[in-house]
């Protein structure tokens, strides 16, 4: 059995001592790459246009939706019989209210096209001697008159025209509203998405800006996370850095995130962090994008491993 002395016990300790001070510096570095978060998605309300009453429900949680699909039908057979109401009316202020002028003043003008004739034959009686000049210009005073009747009946038959025409024009943009608010009432998806949660049922009642349904994109996900300044020196918008969702170990599954967000400002540490050391550190917010492959979650924790820091930013240091 070989006996170690403690001379032998302390050489051991001098040669080994520099590779375990580098070892525990590479711990610390290692620790210092890694950031934790929670993954978040661009989630979005959709909400109902218009009051009525959920005639159909089309969807459900955990559906995936493409944009323009069909979410709900809201009732719309008040709308219906209102839009059948101002059609009448329409068409009953087209029929009724506009008037030909031409048939309005054609007594008038018979009246004028005699006088005109009574002028012609009295110039020429005048002429010869036969009448005097006094009842040439009688007959020309009855002919203007006349005329002027003819152009007053005309401006107001054409008056009392364009009263209907606008009745029926302000129908019209009646007609316009009603048929937007029943396109409104069919409800489609603003985007591509998967539904989270539903707030209304089929047969319920709703009103505008009353949500129906929550969804998001779970195509990729955002892993939000909080930089120390030291740590913020390690990436830049646009880097790739590997991450990890926390399932407990053995189970963490890695992917490939793309840094999308870095906050320009600092903030104090999220109360969820409850170390005392850490509560007064200012810190960076800052995002990850990573594709989804269906194993994530929102509001599942995960890691992000930083970038190593580069010569330049060591002798910074």
């Known amino acids: 059995m070989v006996r170690i002395g403690k001379r032998e016990v302390l050489v051991v300790l001098l040669l080994l001592g520099p590779f375990f ?16 978060g929670i993954f978040e998605g661009e989630s979005i309300f959709v909400s109902s246009m218009v009051d009525g009453r959920v005639d159909c429900m089309k969807v459900q949680e955990g559906q995936i939706l493409h944009k323009g699909d069909t979410i709900a039908q809201i009732d719309t057979l008040m709308m219906t019989y209102q839009l ?3 059609k009448t009316q329409q068409e009953t202020a087209q029929t009724a209210g ?8 054609e007594a008038l003008q018979v009246q004028i096209t005699a006088l005109e004739k009574e002028v012609q034959r009295i110039s020429r009686l005048v002429k010869e001697g036969v009448l005097p000049q006094s009842r040439l210009t009688q007959i020309t005073t009855q002919l203007e008159a006349a005329k002027a009747q003819k152009a007053a009946a005309i401006q107001q038959v054409q008056k009392k025209n364009s009263g209907s025409l606008g009745g029926s ?5 009646q007609i316009a509203q009603v048929k937007e608010i029943m396109a409104r009432s069919t409800i489609v998806a603003p985007t591509d998405g998967t539904i989270l949660t539903t707030y209304v049922h089929e047969g319920e009642l709703t009103g505008a800006g009353r949500p129906l349904l929550k969804m998001a994109d779970l195509s990729t996900l955002q892993l939000r996370v909080y930089l120390s300044p030291e740590q913020l020196s390690r990436i830049k918008i646009g880097d790739k850095v590997k991450v990890y969702n926390d399932m407990g170990g053995k189970d963490d599954r890695a992917y490939e995130g793309t840094v999308s967000w870095i906050s320009e400002k600092a903030e104090f540490t999220p109360k969820n962090i409850q170390t005392s050391s850490m509560r007064s550190t200012l810190i960076y917010a800052a995002k990850v994008l990573v594709p989804n492959d269906g194993y994530l979650k929102i509001g599942q924790y995960g890691k992000a491993i930083l970038p190593p820091l580069n010569d330049s ?5």
């Open 169 to 173: 024009e302000s129908l019209d943009s």
């Open 84 to 86: 059948d109401y101002i």
């Open 21 to 36: 001070l580098m070892l525990s510096s590479c711990q610390k570095k290692d620790s210092a790459a890694e950031v934790q």
């Open 313 to 317: 930013q060591r002798e910074s240091k």
């Open 98 to 105: 506009v008037v030909s002028p031409s048939i309005q003043t």
